[in-house]
């Protein structure tokens, strides 16, 4: 699955927050599938804190270099996060990524 979602930069955010949900819930393997649909440098931060969550430094590194982000000073897995998150425009009120 690569390419960029053709949901337009709303949509592509609201998948954003849908693999942090994801992550927050230890739902790596299902955060993993959603961010391989973005081939974004942003959803490539995100995909690099999916492999940190996973423990593949390796890959880790290698989606932060596509990032254009530093892989050796990056903060802890929860500060990534919140950076990541930080990152987002603001969701529209009264939404919420979805569940699964």
Excluded: N
């Excluded at 849908?18 to 959603?34: I, N, T």
């Excluded at 530093?70 to 919140?82: I, K, T």
């Amino acid at each position: 699955m690569t390419g960029q979602s053709g949901a337009g930069s709303g949509g592509k955010h609201d998948l954003l927050r849908e693999v942090v949900a994801h992550l927050r819930a230890d739902r790596w393997e299902a955060a993993h599938q959603f961010v391989q649909v973005d081939d974004s440098a942003v959803a490539a931060w995100l995909h690099g804190i999916v492999h940190i969550q996973e423990g593949d430094l390796e890959d880790a590194e290698y989606w932060y270099d596509r990032a254009g982000r530093h892989f050796r000073s990056r903060g802890s897995l929860a500060d990534e996060l919140a950076a990541f998150e930080a990152s987002l425009p603001p969701a529209p009120a009264g939404s919420e990524p979805a569940r699964s």
